[in-house]
C-alpha cells in the first residue's frame, strides 16, 4: 500500500518542526541565570542583579555560551574603562588647579593602561586561551582599586567612587567567567 502525500507531507512538516524546536532549545539556551548565580556564590565581589542586569544590557548575551558571556563582559568592562576615561578628562579640563590633578591623572593613566589590557583579554577570549584572559583581566581590574588607593592614601575623597565600584563588579563578573570557560 502506498503511503498517501498528505502523511508523507504531515509526517515531514512535524518531524522538521520537532528538529527546529529541539535545535533552538539547545543552542539558544540563556545560561546568563546560571551564570551569574555561579559568579556571585564564587565571589564576595560580584552581586547577582549586577551581573544579571549587566547581561541584559546585552541581548547577543540570552544565546552566549561561557566563552561569549566572557567576550560580553570583557567588551563591557572596556566600555566602562573608556567612559570613566573621559569622565577624568572632562575633570581635569573643568578645573586646572584642582588638588586631586595629580591622583586624576595617576587613574587616567591606570584606565589607559586597562583598556589596553582588556584588549589583550577579548584577543584571549576567542583564542580560548583563557590562563591569559586570567591574567591579562586581573591586571585590568587592578585600575579601581589603585585608583582609589591613591587618593585614600592622602586623605582625599575621589570623585571617581561608583565609576570604579562599577567597574570593578564588571571585571570581577569577566574574571570568575575566564575560571568558568
Known amino acids: 500500500m ?6 508523507l507531507l504531515s509526517f515531514t512538516f512535524t518531524y522538521l518542526l520537532f528538529l527546529f524546536i529541539f535545535s533552538h532549545g539547545v543552542n539558544g539556551a540563556d ?9 556571585a556564590k564564587s565571589s564576595p565581589n560580584i552581586k547577582y542583579h549586577y551581573c544579571m ?31 570613566i576615561s573621559t569622565s577624568i578628562k572632562s575633570l581635569l579640563e573643568k578645573n586646572k588647579n584642582r588638588a586631586d590633578n595629580k591622583y586624576l591623572q595617576d ?16 584577543e584571549a577570549f576567542i583564542a580560548r586561551d583563557y590562563f591569559k584572559a586570567n591574567i591579562r583581566m586581573s591586571a ?34 569577566a574574571l570568575t567567567i575566564t575560571n568558568m570557560a
Open 31 to 39: 545560561i546568563t541565570e546560571p551564570t551569574c548565580n555561579k559568579a
Open 2 to 7: 502506498k503511503p498517501s502525500t498528505f502523511s
Open 140 to 173: 585590568a581590574m587592578d585600575a579601581s582599586t589603585n585608583c582609589e588607593d591613591g587618593f585614600k592614601e592622602t586623605g582625599l575623597v575621589s570623585p571617581l567612587t561608583k565609576m570604579n565600584d562599577s567597574y570593578f563588579q564588571t571585571t570581577a563578573i
Open 53 to 83: 542586569s549587566s547581561f541584559k544590557s546585552n541581548p547577543e548575551s540570552r544565546n552566549a555560551n561561557v566563552q561569549q558571556l566572557g567576550i560580553i563582559s570583557t567588551e563591557l568592562a572596556k566600555s566602562k574603562a573608556n567612559s
Open 107 to 122: 587613574c587616567l593613566e591606570m584606565y589607559t593602561s586597562a583598556v589596553s589590557d582588556l584588549e589583550k583579554v577579548l
